[in-house]
Structures are given as structure tokens and as C-alpha cells.
């Protein structure tokens, strides 16, 4: 069975936020919820990176080990889920994530914060596949569709990888092993080959 992991490139991100917009007009998620954002380091400085985040569906989830009530599980495919029906929106898997994958709709008094929503890698929820209950309230199915999450799929650079993590894996290797030595060194010389030394040059 594959296990579905997210990979992003931060050599080739170049924030355009297509996979930001993809997910939310695939799954019409409402206003002030981000799935997926973009994130970019030393913005406006040499050696800016951008990469897209979202959950990451960890093998050991954080999420799942705070939840009182246990509205997460894992699937065959190693995709991280929640039920939104036992969620009561404690926020405590907001606080143990990592990556700031769980987004509340609502902010109130007394701590309201409404059901938690999060990325589902495209893969619905628990109610039946493909049905209007759950592309209510997770979005579309697509794995069940037979295809990747559309973030991915939509991805201009091919920054954004999802799938089988033995399959990116090796896709993200080869990129790597034909980069050299990666793109803060990468310049003229190594472009082009560095001039050679003449015997007897003065040095």
C-alpha cells in the first residue's frame, strides 16, 4: 500500500500561490480558511525560498496524540483525517502541529473557535465516498477519483510533489543529484566550467 506524503521544492516554488487557490476553488473552502499556504523566507533578500505548506500527514501526527475527544485516524494510505462530527474545537491540535495545519472558521467569546478544518490530501473524510455529506464538509474525494490532490496537479514548476513518498522521494533525489551542488552555488564556473590553470601561470 502507498503512502501519500507532500514534498515542496523550495528551488523551484516561485509564489505564485496557484496551489493555494486550486485548493480552495476545489473544495470551495469558506472565507478565512487556508488549507494551503505559501510561505517565503528572507523575502525581498538574496537567497529567498518559498515553499507551500499545509499538513504534512505525519507518520507519528501530533495532532492525534493531543486530540481529547480522538476525532483523528489514519488511513490505509497514511493520510492523516478528523471527524468533524466528534471534533469540539479545543484547539489543542492547533498548538501541537508543527506546520499550523488546523484552521478554525470562528473566533468568539469563551474561546469559540467552531469545527477545526485542515488538508485532507484530497481524500474526503469518513462519511461515504464521493457523497454530498462529505464534500460538505471535507471537499472533494480525489484519491478515490484515482488522482492527486489538485495542489499538486496545478503546480506550475512542479515545486509542489504529491504522491507515493517512495515515488517523490526519488524524483526529488534525481532533481538533486542533477542540480550538483545546489543552487546557492550554482554560477558561472559551474555553468560553464572553470577556466584551467596554464603550467607556469603566475598564480
Known sequence: MARMKFLSDAERCIECNG?????????????????????????????????????????????????????????DEGVVLHDKDLCIGC?????????GAPQFPQEGQFGQRGKMDKCTFCSGGPEENNSEAEFEKYGRNRLAEGKLPLCAEMCSTKALLAGDADVISDIFRN?????????????????????????????
Open 19 to 75: 496551489c493555494v487557490t486550486a485548493c480552495k476553488n476545489e473544495h470551495e473552502i469558506p472565507w478565512g480558511i487556508n488549507r494551503r499556504r505559501v510561505v517565503t523566507i528572507n523575502d525581498g533578500e538574496p537567497g529567498e525560498k518559498s515553499i507551500s505548506v499545509a499538513c504534512m500527514h505525519c507518520s507519528d501526527a501530533p495532532c492525534m496524540a493531543v486530540c481529547p475527544v480522538n476525532c483523528f485516524y489514519k488511513t
Open 91 to 99: 484547539g489543542y491540535c492547533f498548538y501541537a502541529c508543527p506546520f
Open 175 to 203: 532533481r538533486v543529484l542533477i542540480r550538483g551542488k545546489g543552487a546557492e552555488l550554482w554560477g558561472w564556473n559551474s555553468a560553464y566550467g572553470k577556466p584551467e590553470k596554464k603550467e607556469g601561470a603566475a598564480s
